[in-house]
């Protein structure tokens, strides 16, 4: 059983900057690409970032290239998303995620472990 806990979200004026973080355990770490996800208010849950099992490839989403960048640190079980230059429409709850080794990235059925989620509010 893997588990995925968030933290690191809270309230942040636009233009500010939060690091997200997700502790794994349960599972072995490197094995398995790991995403962010996101899902606002009265919207879809949305795919943020995706990071290779290495660390070596990143995949982010149009919304938040040059904003946000993904990042992982396998010794540590960690996987980290680095916001900066906050926009309202960042507004969401924030999930990091296990890819199950099949799918594409940004496909919702791809994942098969979800954290629980922290919430980031940016206000304008």
């Known amino acids: 059983q893997v588990q995925l806990v968030e933290s690191g979200g809270g309230l942040v004026q636009a233009g500010g900057s939060l690091r997200l973080s997700c502790a794994a355990s349960?599972?072995?770490?490197?094995?398995?690409?790991m995403s962010w996800f996101r899902q606002a208010p009265r919207k879809e849950r949305e795919f943020v970032a995706s990071?290779?099992?290495?660390?070596?490839?990143?995949i982010h989403a149009d919304s938040v290239k040059g904003r946000f960048t993904i990042s992982r640190d396998n010794a540590k079980n960690m996987v980290y998303l680095q916001m900066n230059s906050l926009k309202p429409e960042d507004t969401a709850v924030y999930y990091c995620?296990?890819?199950?080794?099949?799918?594409?990235?940004?496909?919702?059925?791809?994942?098969?472990?979800w954290g629980q989620g922290t919430q980031v509010t940016v206000s304008s």
């Open positions: 995620a296990v890819h199950s080794g099949s799918g594409y990235y940004y496909d919702l059925v791809s994942y098969n472990y």
């Open positions: 349960g599972g072995t770490f490197s094995r398995y690409a």
């Open positions: 990071i290779s099992r290495s660390g070596g490839s990143t």
